[in-house]
């Protein structure tokens, strides 16, 4: 959602996944184990650093960590946005085990925790890696073209 020309407002589904990230030095294999759980995120992009915005392929099965063989390709990708240094998002996150063990129908955030919060990066995932690969770039053009405008803006 669009908040004004500079600004977007990501509301993410949810329950977000648990993501794991191998990383393999010296023939050892450790994990790097996300959970982004973000109700909503409001990005000024002129407040994002376009050189951190990244793509990693992840897992997210619960099963990942006992049948990955290097070389496997996680099922999901990840976009994280960084923001410039010394800025942080304004975040409303959830308890990601609270929002798991409610049932269907509807629920207030007090049930699941809701609470404002700052992050300095963020990811989300996508099950399709051309989607993600989309949004990265259109968000890349769009941070590019926001600051452009801030400087031109400029007295």
Known sequence: ??????TILIQPKM???????PKTENGKTTWQ??????????VPLT?????????????????????YKP???????MIVIAGNEGKQFHTLIYDRDKLMQLGP?????KE?????DDTMAFGLTFADQASAHAFEMALKNA???????ARNERP
Do not use: W
Not at 15 to 21: F, G, I, K, R, S
Not at 33 to 42: E, G, K, N, Q, W
Not at 112 to 116: T, V
Not at 143 to 149: D, G, H, P, S, T
């Open 1 to 6: 959602m669009v908040i004004d020309k500079n």
């Open 15 to 21: 329950p977000a996944p648990v993501c794991a990230l």
């Open 33 to 42: 184990v996300y959970s982004f759980p973000l109700a909503s995120i409001t």
């Open 47 to 67: 407040e994002v650093d376009e050189t951190l915005i990244s793509e990693d392929r992840v897992f997210t099965g619960d099963d990942a960590q006992k049948s």
């Open 71 to 77: 070389g496997d390709v996680g099922n999901t990708t």
């Open 105 to 109: 129908g509807p629920h207030s955030s």
């Open 112 to 116: 699941y925790d809701q609470a404002p």
């Open 143 to 149: 941070v590019l073209e926001a600051k452009a405008q």
